[in-house]
């Protein structure tokens, strides 16, 4: 691992403000709530980066499928519900997401080390800020705590900023800085001692 924690550089995906028709999320959200074309939109504006994010933490292109159906039917269902915040639009998706993944797990869990197994699968060559180390630390993730292992996620591989991060675990900006802290701390110790826990 780097000598520091700000050695981890978020893998940041780009923004999407608006689509080919200039409207963003804010509008589209809006229109949304009378106009399933609008949501449609939305969808197709944000399905890639839910996707890619139910497949790393899950490691199944399977589930990540169907967690990903089910975050934008949950969506599409509680849209009315919606309040916009700093984060806007997309951290909401991912708690509704890392909802969906949490409940498979429980629902699933025969251990707790399967409820606990929200690892992280090796992504291609180049797509991540950890290739160097990455098999340690995809071993090491499952070691940590939950809350770690979603914290690390969100930032360094959904590539959420702090304020999204914040967004999307309810919680505020200095809470993710200081659950990110302790979680890099603690999956540096993980990735030196073997992955043991």
Request: aromatic share 8%; net charge neutral; proline share 6%.
């Amino acid at each position: 691992m780097p000598a520091d924690d700000q050695g981890l550089r978020p893998a940041r995906p780009p923004q999407v403000a608006a689509g080919l028709d200039g409207e963003d999320d804010r509008a589209l959200v809006a229109r949304a709530r009378h106009d399933p074309d609008a949501f449609a939109t939305l969808y197709r504006r944000h399905v890639e980066r839910i996707h890619a994010f139910a497949w790393r933490r899950s490691g199944s292109r399977e589930l990540a499928e169907d967690v990903t159906a089910a975050t934008f039917e949950r969506a599409w269902q509680r849209l009315d519900t919606f309040e916009w915040r700093g984060g806007g639009f997309t951290p909401w998706l991912y708690r509704i997401a890392a909802n969906e993944l949490a409940g498979h797990y429980r629902k699933r869990a025969t251990s707790d080390r399967a409820h606990r197994n929200l690892f992280l699968v090796e992504p291609p060559a180049g797509e991540s800020p950890l290739d160097d180390e990455w098999p340690a630390v995809r071993l090491a993730l499952d070691g940590i705590l939950p809350r770690y292992q979603e914290v690390i996620t969100l930032r360094y591989l959904a590539g959420l900023s702090a304020e999204e991060a914040a967004e999307a675990l309810n919680t505020s900006k200095p809470v993710v800085a200081v659950t990110l802290h302790r979680a890099l701390r603690a999956l540096r110790r993980a990735v030196e001692a073997g992955g043991e826990r």
